[in-house]
């Protein structure tokens, strides 16, 4: 059973920053895109950042230049650095990792940007 651990959410004053880890464990296929996504309540899940085997990033508008996402396929491993936190960034984001067949999520955790 694949599962999907985040940690490194909290509350952080607006400019601060934060680094968000993933894990997965469990048996894993070929990992073709890992990424982060974001939600607030009564809006779409929304696509933060993500990473394809071959090292090439893809980033929203709204976070490039600030955001930094990084990733170890072999460890099964995502992270996201926040840099420059805006009260917008407040969501619950959630890790996700795609592969040939299917795609996994993690459970979420939350990021509150607040003075």
């Known amino acids: 059973q694949v599962q999907l651990v985040e940690s490194g959410g909290g509350l952080v004053q607006p400019g601060g920053s934060l680094r968000l880890s993933c894990a997965a464990s469990?048996?894993?296929?070929?990992?073709?895109?890992m990424g982060w996504y974001r939600q607030v309540p009564g809006k779409q899940r929304e696509l933060v950042a993500d990473?394809?085997?071959?090292?090439?990033?893809n980033y929203a508008v709204s976070v490039k230049g600030r955001f930094t996402i990084s990733g170890d396929n072999a460890k099964k491993m995502v992270y996201l650095e926040m840099n420059s936190l805006k009260p917008e960034d407040t969501a619950v984001y959630y890790c996700?990792?795609?592969?040939?067949?299917?795609?996994?999520w993690g459970q979420g955790t939350q990021v509150t940007v607040s003075s």
């Open positions: 469990g048996s894993i296929s070929r990992i073709n895109k």
């Open positions: 996700n990792i795609q592969c040939v067949s299917r795609q996994y």
């Open positions: 990473i394809i085997r071959g090292g090439s990033t």
